[in-house]
């Protein structure tokens, strides 16, 4: 028994054997069959160009510019965690000095110009692209569908997911042969009309004793996609292309100071590559005054301000007019906009020396540190006096002492104002070519002449007050702004604004085409796109009425429309009884 059945199992395995050469050997079976000895399958090279059109193919997908459109995105973010030197130039100032290790690799990166960048650039244009190859053949297509007819009637429309059926018996009187067929193609003419005025393209399809109409809607569904892809080329165009003949550039003017806008006028200054020394429109501008209401000292706001106005005197084309400038009302200015972007206190300071010559009187813009205007400036005297002179100041619009001896300020507005002042001497560096902001004072290779760690007290001063420079080198001169006779101090210092110039043609293209591309979006979020069909079938003694409905993609409204089809159609067919001829 055992030996049968080894033999058997050798006679299998040469069967199987004989199976393997046959089949390796058959002319009919290529030798990279799965079953087969030609080893791995063997695929065509694509060449050169095959792997060109493959990568074009790949970026031209919609499922490419939907990733690109979200690394754009993510790629922005920086720009609002980091102050950009295009719109805030005072920011990177100053977080390269707080961060001085870290600054220059952050730079490298472009994270300061990040719309400027060229990696922000090769998304950009990798956007554009993909956006112009996925959008152009769709627009072919589509031009094509909306010149094609309507499809056939299917021979078999119960086999469609939303479909009805309804028998209607021929009118009484009526005779079974011909008159059946004239009522079945009545109730598609009144069909074919129906559908018309729902806004469907209809076909009439008849043969035999069966009459239908194919109708279809909702190409405004893939109109408005294409409406908002192209929108949002349009909005890649503008902003690269407007870019280029914008311009933004920043000023701080103390009151009774005039704004030329000349570009040796701005403070800085960042244009786009096309913009030249001449587009700058020839106007003037004269900051007035300055208006900011704080609440009441000891109200439950207390210091909170509000309702800020810079109130300017323009000149242009020759004629004067009176303007203010506030928070999110800008100026518009021969094209430009004028934005209000901060405020402070502009001490009025004049230093003499021993002779009593004045060798500095300026209106010098202290920046605020808190919501109290406590300001911090810097005042530097580079000549006339034996060595350079440089001064930290404080600036206290209402002075109140804290329990440690150093002063604040407990509300914005001038209520008893004080200026404290740390004298240095020696040299500012500013002889050496390289720039220095104004707002920075580098102490390291100053002497510290009074405040701590010295034998002599910080310089504190009331508007009016003059006090001596230590070692008799001088006097310096807390200006009273106030005019004469002025019992308060509301007036005794003046106030600055910075403002924003900003110009960019575009950005009226920029809104056209984004409200573009929101109606494009919401016609495709909220038009369908479904096929209807009415087919009317005459028999002996009734006409057998056929409906079904087709969405392409989620339409969960479907069902409904077709119970409203066929309520539409029964309530028309009673109405318009009539008999009709029979068709020829």
């Known amino acids: 028994m055992s030996s049968s059945r080894s033999d058997f199992s050798a006679h299998s395995q040469n069967k199987n054997k004989d199976a393997v050469n046959n089949d390796a050997s058959d002319p009919l079976r290529p030798s990279d069959h799965i079953d087969g000895d030609g080893g791995s399958i063997n695929q065509p090279k694509l060449g050169f160009v095959g792997w060109l059109r493959w990568g074009w193919r790949q970026l031209t997908s919609m499922r490419t510019a939907i990733i690109l459109l979200l690394v754009l995105a993510i790629a922005a973010i920086p720009g609002s965690i980091f102050p950009q030197r295009m719109a805030d130039p005072n920011g990177v100032t100053q977080w390269q000095t707080d961060n001085p290790d870290l600054f220059p690799v952050l730079d490298a990166m472009s994270l300061f110009d990040v719309y400027l960048s060229p990696w922000f650039s090769a998304i950009y244009l990798l956007l554009f692209i993909s956006l112009v190859g996925c959008v152009i053949p769709r627009i072919k297509h589509h031009l094509k569908a909306l010149r094609s007819r309507p499809p056939r009637t299917p021979a078999r429309l119960q086999r469609l997911e939303d479909y009805r059926e309804v028998t209607r018996p021929i009118p009484a009187g009526q005779s079974t042969g011909s008159d059946s067929e004239a009522e079945a193609s009545r109730s598609v003419d009144v069909a074919q009309k129906q559908l018309r005025a729902l806004g469907y393209r209809v076909e009439r399809y008849d043969k035999g004793r069966s009459f239908s109409v194919s109708a279809e809607r909702g190409y405004w569904r893939e109109t408005g996609n294409l409406v908002f892809h192209l929108a949002l080329v349009g909005v890649l165009?503008?902003?690269?292309?407007?870019?280029?003949?914008?311009y933004t550039g920043q000023r701080v003017i103390v009151e009774g100071q005039t704004f030329v806008n000349t570009l040796l006028d701005y403070e800085s200054m960042n244009r786009g590559r096309f913009v030249s020394d001449d587009a700058l429109q020839p106007?003037?501008?004269?900051?007035?005054s300055f208006d900011v209401t704080y609440q009441e000292y000891g109200s439950a706001a207390s210091g909170q301000a509000g309702n800020f106005s810079a109130n300017v005197t323009v000149r242009e084309d020759g004629e004067s007019r009176e303007e203010s400038?506030?928070?999110?009302?800008?100026?518009?200015?021969?094209?430009?906009?004028?934005?209000?972007?901060?405020n402070g206190y502009a001490p009025t300071i004049t230093v003499r020396n021993a002779d009593g010559d004045v060798v500095y009187s300026n209106s010098v813009p202290f920046l605020p540190q808190d919501n109290n205007m406590t300001s911090l400036g810097v005042i530097k005297v580079t000549d006339g006096m034996p060595q350079q002179l440089g001064i930290a100041a404080f600036f206290y619009p209402s002075a109140a002492r804290l329990d440690t001896g150093a002063f604040t300020s407990a509300h914005g507005d001038l209520l008893s104002p004080l200026l404290t002042l740390d004298v240095y001497e020696g040299d500012l560096g500013i002889n050496e070519g390289t720039p220095r902001s104004v707002y920075v004072l580098d102490t390291g290779e100053l002497t510290k002449l009074t405040g701590r760690t010295t034998d002599v007290d910080s310089i504190e001063l009331l508007p009016g007050e003059t006090a001596d420079l230590p070692g008799g080198r001088g006097t310096?001169?807390?200006?009273d702004e106030a005019p004469a006779g002025a019992t308060t101090y509301e007036d005794s210092v003046k106030r600055f604004v910075s403002l924003q110039i900003h110009h960019d043609a575009s950005a009226v293209w920029v809104l056209v085409f984004a409200l573009l591309a929101l109606a494009g979006l919401m016609i495709a979020l909220f038009v369908p796109r479904r096929r209807m069909w009415v087919k009317a079938t005459a028999n002996d003694d009734e006409v057998q009425l056929e409906y079904a409905g087709l969405a392409r993609g989620e339409d969960p409204t479907l069902a409904a429309a077709v119970d409203d089809l066929v309520a539409g159609h029964t309530r028309l067919l009673d109405t318009d009884s009539t008999p009709q001829n029979p068709r020829k």
């Open 476 to 479: 310096i001169t807390f200006e």
């Open 237 to 246: 165009i503008t902003v690269g292309v407007g870019g280029s003949f914008a």
């Open 325 to 342: 400038v506030r928070v999110n009302h800008p100026l518009g200015l021969a094209g430009d906009n004028v934005y209000l972007l901060g």
């Open 283 to 288: 106007y003037a501008m004269t900051l007035d």
